[in-house]
């Protein structure tokens, strides 16, 4: 069965430093998405992607948050200077046309900045 | 605004006895609403789905939810809980393109 992966799984960085979270969604989807959860806390969205555009994103995704889809293949989330607050569970999720458009998420990247 | 409620931090239920997992939502339109399932240390398992149609929908592993427009709920259901069901249930929303979840329940069963 298909799966959405992302790597890596855990990312320790320190405050102030960019990172990038990668992920590679079902190989037929065509929206894609990314999500956090702070610990403890519910799961929030940040941004959803479809045909090479940005077509929602949330307050939480400001100017230092960018996605890309670099090839055919990968989704990836920047953060171009975290801030303490960024730790967090970030998800991948991706969707296709069929199926009533459910979201199929990653195992997710657990970033720690400190 | 737009929002999911589950009103129990956490549900505890012996095996082999039915249980539910709350869930109420507060969105305009007909909204698609989701169930979702997270182990610890993996990522959110989709368990089952209500777009239209029958109000009672049967999902994974046995789960079924019933739609209930007036009380604007969705709770989740199992006639029968195992103790590997033991996990953390996310209830989610979808009004446009994204999910909204709501806090999550933690579902223990004990043997």
């Known amino acids: 069965e298909p799966e959405v992966t992302q790597t890596p799984s855990h990312q320790v960085t320190q405050m102030g430093q960019e990172v990038i979270l990668r992920c590679v969604p079902i190989?037929?989807?065509?929206?894609f998405y990314w999500y956090r959860q702070i610990l403890g806390q519910k799961v929030e969205f940040l941004v959803s992607?479809?045909?090479?555009?940005?077509?929602?994103k949330s307050e939480i995704f400001d100017d230092q948050f960018s996605v890309e889809r670099p090839d055919g293949s990968n989704f990836t989330l920047k953060i171009r200077s975290t801030k303490l607050e960024d730790s967090a569970m970030y998800f991948c999720a991706s969707s296709g046309l069929a199926g009533g458009f459910v979201q199929y998420f990653g195992p997710g990247t657990r970033l720690l900045v400190l | 605004a737009q929002s999911v409620a589950q009103p129990e931090d956490q549900v505890n239920v012996a095996e082999g006895n039915p249980l539910t997992v709350k869930c109420t939502y507060s969105?305009?339109?007909?909204?698609?609403l989701f169930w979702y399932v997270q182990y610890p240390n993996r990522g959110l398992q989709f368990l089952l789905k209500y777009i239209t149609g029958d109000n009672l929908v049967k999902g994974s592993y046995g789960f079924e939810a019933e739609f209930n427009k007036s009380q604007t709920s969705f709770h989740l259901k199992k006639p029968s809980a195992l103790v590997s069901d033991s996990a953390l249930y996310f209830c989610a929303v979808r009004p446009a393109d994204k999910l909204i979840f709501g806090t999550g329940t933690r579902l223990q069963v004990f043997p």
């Open positions: 969105v305009s339109g007909n909204p698609y």
């Open positions: 992607f479809y045909n090479n555009e940005i077509s929602e």
């Open positions: 190989s037929n989807h065509l929206y």
